[in-house]
């Protein structure tokens, strides 16, 4: 065409997987016994263990259903596959055969993703809370997994090239570069976000005439750089942290080691710690809870908190179809206070001090190319400097009150944005309105009760009047018809959900239809409305066609196996070491509640197969030290038949607070699951500004992932000690 070869994506895909066809050169597999050539059943069964007639009866099977039943063949996952290195290779993998399937976009089909990285179903309003967006925009945000990676100092332990990693095919793009260099490289194009963003304090920079125009000058003359060039310098350490509704250091902190040496300069069991790095950067940690957790005892300040059912509060996630109310049965008792109470007593103490020592400040945000705006499409470019003035000792005042910002910008949500004009009103009518101050005349948003009200006013799926208003935006930009999608006249208010679960509805906040007959299934609008996707091309992607996609050839779904550690750490051990969702908790909490310890053993277990306790010389029940280079664990071992070779289990979230002893490899007390892993980052989940792939709160960014984890494990001395 045009004097240039071209093919289709389709053609490329089935290249990729093997599958011959007449008039291609090459060398192809010989049929689906053949066990030499990749991606046949017979070549799959020595990875897998899956005997390759069982592979291919099941694959002819879920084909025939989907065309029998028009797409009706559905996927269903846990957390595991996201915690691998390449588990976006496993999930495009997943995606791939539903598409060809027909499966994506159908009731009783496609992919449900169960799993802990649940959004809120009232997403509208609730981002708009989350943020302060009603008061100022853009918020500062930044991933989690790469805040974490460099500031608890895990980058300095990548001891190999970014480009060993990378395809045969490859460039050479990251050779001589780690990770850590990568991350800087996603920050400088306005890939990704990072806190600090800059060496300088942004309000110092805001004093300038022109902030913006004075913060390019600084970069581009050398006298400014970016935080994540050198996260170690001292002006760039986070110094204060609140836990809020997170157990950090015993639930979520992969590479829990380095976050007691590095981050808190407490005594860890890091063998052999980096002495460059520096040894403790925080001046505060304080937390909120309920419970005694590992994060509360190592805390300089721990507040007391209400629990669920000592509040007001809204339950809701995008996989449930309904959203209801915690209500508190009784007051909370001695020296708790709900969250909500908390920090608007914090806000308060803060506002009196920041009004002096503060005052009204212009702040220089430096924001990320965001997905689902014009943004998306910038590709290597930088971040956009925004200036956001703060009133710092207003700040009370503002938490206590819905914005102006929520009916002059309106709510913007996946490309379209609510105008609340109607809602605004009626939320004044309904909680009451500021008498004095700042917020004056601006709806009260001083309780627990209306802050949910304002959530479910302002968001679509509880608010059909918006949800048709974002509909319509839609058909004027797409051309296509979404009539019958939003129930105009659907309102849910507080009253109702504290009285009972409340179906929610349609939105343009989610990609499903749902009424009172039809659960929600996502992109059931894109299959049957023909709602572009949202991709470079408004349609489903097989092939990524972005240069740090081509460096690890993976611009098309293929397998890649677990990372080989021992190669690229010089690690000797050969279990591979897995911590699944608890099975003796409620999510990540209680257990340490009686019932579950008499369920689950009590103290930290770790499951073993019969054959690889046979062969340590370990029994049931006996004291274990499993050991690598990010730390130790000392558990009761667990041997069962049900466990593959070769595969070890300690599951998640079992706090360092009970029956933990002292190791005998560093003389300290163990570990929580944890202590064994750390956070990688896989340089293609940097890529941002390239449509789909673009940074997005909560949605897209780099995962912290644990799973290629390997370890060493012996039976150690019965007598255990604690003191």
């Given at each position: 065409?045009?004097?240039?070869?071209?093919?289709?994506?389709?053609?490329?895909?089935?290249?990729?997987?093997?599958?011959h066809?007449?008039?291609?050169?090459?060398?192809?597999?010989?049929?689906?016994?053949?066990?030499?050539?990749?991606?046949?059943?017979?070549?799959?069964?020595?990875?897998?263990?899956?005997?390759?007639?069982?592979?291919?009866?099941?694959?002819?099977?879920?084909?025939?259903?989907?065309?029998?039943?028009?797409?009706?063949?559905?996927?269903?996952?846990?957390?595991g596959?996201?915690q691998?290195f390449?588990?976006?290779?496993?999930?495009?993998?997943?995606?791939?055969?539903?598409l060809?399937?027909?499966?994506?976009?159908?009731?009783?089909?496609?992919?449900?993703?169960?799993?802990?990285q649940?959004?809120c179903?009232?997403?509208?309003?609730?981002?708009?809370?989350?943020?302060?967006?009603?008061?100022?925009r853009?918020?500062?945000?930044?991933?989690?997994?790469?805040?974490?990676?460099?500031?608890?100092?895990?980058?300095?332990?990548?001891?190999?090239?970014?480009?060993?990693?990378?395809?045969?095919?490859?460039?050479?793009?990251?050779?001589?570069?780690?990770?850590?260099?990568?991350?800087?490289?996603?920050?400088?194009?306005?890939?990704?976000?990072?806190?600090?963003?800059?060496?300088?304090?942004?309000?110092?920079?805001?004093?300038?005439?022109?902030?913006?125009?004075?913060?390019r000058?600084?970069?581009?003359?050398?006298?400014?750089?970016?935080?994540?060039?050198?996260?170690?310098?001292?002006?760039?350490?986070p110094?204060?942290?609140?836990?809020?509704?997170?157990?950090?250091?015993?639930?979520?902190a992969?590479?829990?080691?380095?976050?007691l040496?590095h981050?808190?300069?407490?005594?860890?069991?890091?063998?052999?710690?980096?002495?460059?790095?520096?040894?403790?950067k925080?001046?505060?940690?304080?937390?909120?809870?309920?419970?005694?957790?590992?994060?509360?005892?190592?805390?300089?300040?721990?507040?007391?908190?209400?629990?669920?059912?000592?509040?007001h509060?809204?339950?809701?996630?995008?996989?449930?179809?309904?959203v209801h109310?915690?209500?508190?049965?009784?007051?909370?008792?001695?020296q708790?206070?709900?969250?909500?109470?908390?920090?608007?007593a914090?806000?308060?103490?803060?506002?009196?001090?920041?009004?002096?020592?503060?005052?009204?400040?212009?702040?220089?945000?430096?924001?990320?190319?965001?997905?689902?705006?014009?943004?998306?499409?910038?590709?290597?470019?930088?971040?956009?400097?925004?200036?956001?003035?703060?009133?710092?000792?207003?700040?009370?005042?503002?938490?206590?009150?819905?914005?102006?910002?929520?009916?002059?910008?309106?709510?913007?949500?996946?490309?379209?944005?609510f105008?609340?004009?109607?809602?605004?009103?009626w939320?004044?009518?309904?909680?009451?309105?500021?008498?004095?101050?700042?917020?004056?005349?601006?709806?009260?948003?001083?309780?627990?009760?209306?802050?949910?009200?304002?959530?479910?006013?302002?968001?679509?799926?509880?608010?059909?009047?918006?949800?048709?208003?974002?509909?319509?935006?839609?058909?004027?930009?797409?051309?296509?018809?979404f009539?019958?999608?939003?129930?105009?006249g659907?309102?849910?208010?507080?009253a109702?959900?504290?009285?009972?679960?409340?179906p929610?509805?349609?939105?343009?906040?989610?990609?499903?239809?749902?009424?009172?007959?039809?659960?929600?299934?996502?992109?059931?609008?894109?299959?049957?409305?023909?709602?572009?996707?949202?991709?470079?091309?408004?349609?489903?992607?097989?092939?990524?066609?972005?240069?740090?996609?081509?460096?690890?050839?993976?611009?098309?779904?293929?397998?890649?196996p677990?990372?080989?550690l021992?190669?690229?750490?010089?690690e000797?051990?050969?279990?591979r070491?897995l911590?699944?969702?608890?099975k003796?908790?409620?999510?990540?909490?209680?257990?340490?509640?009686?019932?579950?310890?008499s369920?689950?053993?009590?103290?930290?277990?770790?499951?073993?197969?019969?054959?690889?306790?046979?062969?340590?010389?370990?029994?049931?029940?006996?004291?274990?030290?499993?050991?690598?280079?990010?730390g130790?664990?000392?558990?009761?071992?667990?041997?069962?038949?049900?466990?593959?070779?070769?595969?070890?289990f300690?599951?998640?979230?079992?706090?360092?607070?009970?029956?933990?002893?002292?190791?005998?490899?560093?003389?300290?007390?163990?570990?929580?699951?944890?202590?064994?892993?750390?956070v990688l980052?896989?340089?293609?989940?940097?890529?941002?500004?390239?449509?789909?792939?673009?940074y997005?709160?909560?949605?897209?960014?780099?995962?912290?992932?644990?799973?290629?984890?390997?370890?060493?494990?012996?039976?150690?001395?019965?007598?255990?000690?604690?003191?």
């Open positions: 065409m045009a004097g240039r070869t071209v093919t289709t994506v389709y053609d490329l895909l089935l290249a990729q997987y093997g599958v066809r007449p008039g291609l050169p090459g060398t192809w597999p010989t049929g689906y016994d053949d066990a030499t050539e990749p991606y046949t059943p017979a070549w799959q069964e020595q990875i897998t263990g899956v005997p390759a007639a069982r592979a291919r009866k099941i694959v002819r099977e879920f084909a025939r259903t989907a065309e029998a039943t028009g797409g009706r063949c559905m996927f269903i996952l846990g957390a596959t996201t691998w390449h588990g976006d290779t496993i999930y495009r993998a997943f995606l791939s055969l539903l060809l399937t027909g499966c994506q976009g159908r009731n009783g089909g496609g992919w449900a993703h169960y799993v802990g649940e959004k179903r009232p997403q509208a309003g609730w981002a708009l809370l989350a943020g302060a967006l009603d008061w100022q853009p918020p500062r945000q930044v991933p989690g997994a790469l805040f974490w990676y460099l500031h608890t100092d895990q980058w300095r332990y990548d001891h190999f090239d970014a480009g060993e990693l990378t395809s045969p095919l490859a460039t050479g793009l990251f050779r001589g570069k780690r990770t850590s260099d990568l991350v800087t490289e996603a920050v400088r194009n306005g890939w990704m976000p990072m806190a600090p963003a800059f060496d300088r304090n942004p309000l110092e920079l805001g004093e300038a005439e022109d902030p913006v125009a004075h913060t000058a600084e970069l581009a003359a050398g006298r400014l750089r970016l935080a994540a060039e050198t996260p170690d310098d001292p002006r760039n350490w110094r204060v942290l609140t836990l809020w509704r997170s157990n950090l250091l015993g639930s979520s992969k590479g829990s080691e380095y976050f040496h981050l808190l300069g407490a005594t860890s069991n890091l063998e052999h710690p980096d002495p460059r790095a520096p040894v403790g925080l001046d505060l940690l304080l937390t909120l809870d309920f419970r005694m957790t590992s994060s509360t005892i190592f805390s300089d300040v721990v507040l007391p908190a209400a629990t669920w059912y000592e509040k509060d809204l339950s809701s996630t995008d996989m449930h179809p309904f109310a915690f209500n508190p049965a009784i007051s909370p008792p001695w708790t206070r709900t969250d909500f109470a908390a920090f608007h914090i806000a308060r103490s803060f506002s009196d001090l920041a009004k002096d020592h503060l005052g009204v400040r212009r702040d220089v945000v430096a924001l990320a190319h965001q997905h689902d705006t014009p943004g998306e499409l910038a590709g290597r470019g930088q971040p956009e400097l925004v200036v956001v003035e703060r009133d710092y000792g207003a700040v009370a005042e503002k938490l206590a009150a819905l914005g102006p910002l929520t009916e002059k910008l309106g709510i913007p949500v996946k490309g379209v944005t105008r609340p004009d109607e809602e605004v009103t939320l004044g009518e309904r909680c009451g309105l500021v008498p004095r101050g700042v917020a004056k005349g601006r709806p009260e948003l001083d309780t627990e009760a209306k802050a949910c009200e304002a959530i479910l006013a302002l968001s679509g799926v509880s608010n059909g009047r918006l949800a048709a208003q974002g509909f319509r935006q839609l058909a004027r930009r797409t051309g296509r018809s009539e019958g999608l939003a129930a105009e659907h309102r849910i208010v507080f109702d959900t504290q009285a009972r679960p409340v929610v509805a349609a939105s343009p906040e989610w990609s499903g239809k749902e009424s009172h007959d039809r659960r929600y299934a996502p992109f059931t609008i894109n299959v049957e409305n023909g709602k572009p996707w949202h991709t470079l091309t408004g349609r489903t992607h097989f092939f990524l066609d972005h240069e740090w996609m081509h460096e690890y050839g993976e611009a098309l779904p293929i397998y890649r677990p990372l080989d021992a190669a690229l750490y010089g000797s051990g050969t279990l070491y911590t699944p969702h608890s003796w908790s409620i999510h990540s909490e209680y257990q340490d509640n009686l019932l579950m310890l369920l689950s053993r009590g103290g930290p277990t770790i499951w073993m197969s019969t054959e690889d306790a046979t062969d340590l010389g370990i029994a049931d029940n006996d004291w274990v030290e499993s050991v690598n280079r990010n130790v664990v000392v558990a009761r071992a667990i041997v069962s038949h049900r466990m593959p070779k070769g595969t070890v300690m599951y998640h979230a079992q706090d360092r607070l009970i029956d933990v002893p002292k190791s005998e490899a560093t003389g300290l007390r163990g570990g929580v699951h944890n202590a064994l892993t750390r980052i896989k340089p293609t989940h940097l890529i941002g500004g390239h449509a789909q792939l673009s997005g709160f909560n949605y897209l960014g780099p995962t912290g992932n644990q799973r290629d984890e390997i370890t060493t494990i012996r039976r150690r001395s019965q007598e255990v000690r604690y003191r």
